[in-house]
């Protein structure tokens, strides 16, 4: 029996609402990799500010997250973060957004659509390698 159960209305949020990048729930389960698709209209051209807010959480709330450095993260299709000395702590793989549309336009056209999506989709496609041998890394460790 649960206490939800007695409830006639349940109220759902987005997990991206506070923060545009839902991690929220996920930075409580512990897990080994994090691959985060930015596709907020800040992820190339401020410099990561929700990832940056993503990390203000995990310290906050004492959760591993690894240390990020938002010097380049602007100026590759992907950016791997980890601690090679505690294996406590996550691996991060981030991928920008190279393309500005506004998250909070909810009717976006085709060609706007295909813009964020196809530059993602290139961004691990061109990039499959390295992070097949970054996810791989930690599977061997752990």
Same mark, same amino acid.
């Not at 923060?19 to 994090?34: A, D, E, G, K, S």
């Given at each position: +029996? ?10 759902? #949020?987005?997990?991206?609402? =506070?923060? *545009? ?11 080994? %990799?994090?691959? #985060?698709?930015? =596709?907020? =209209?800040?992820?190339?051209?401020? /410099?990561?500010? !929700?990832?940056?807010?993503? %990390?203000?959480?995990? /310290? !906050? *709330?004492?959760?591993?997250?690894? !240390?990020?450095?938002? +010097? ?5 299709? $992907? ?9 406590? &702590?996550?691996? %991060?793989?981030? &991928?920008?957004?190279?393309?500005? *549309? ?9 060609? !706007?659509?295909?813009?964020?999506? *196809? ?14 041998? =970054? &996810?791989?890394? $930690?599977? +061997? %460790?752990?």
């Amino acid at each position: +029996d649960t206490p939800m159960k007695k409830d006639k209305y349940l109220s759902f #949020i987005d997990a991206g609402f =506070a923060i *545009n990048l839902p991690l929220q729930p996920l930075l409580r389960r512990n897990l080994n %990799v994090y691959i #985060i698709c930015d =596709a907020s =209209a800040d992820g190339m051209f401020a /410099k990561g500010t !929700e990832l940056k807010k993503v %990390v203000a959480y995990a /310290k !906050e *709330n004492d959760l591993p997250f690894p !240390e990020i450095s938002f +010097d380049d993260i602007d100026k590759t299709p $992907v950016s791997i973060f980890y601690n090679t000395q505690d294996l406590s &702590i996550p691996m %991060v793989i981030y &991928i920008p957004n190279f393309v500005e *549309n506004s998250t909070f336009d909810f009717d976006y056209d085709e060609q !706007e659509f295909s813009s964020i999506m *196809n530059g993602i989709e290139q961004a691990i496609t061109g990039n499959a390698d390295l992070i097949k041998s =970054a &996810i791989k890394r $930690v599977a +061997d %460790v752990r």
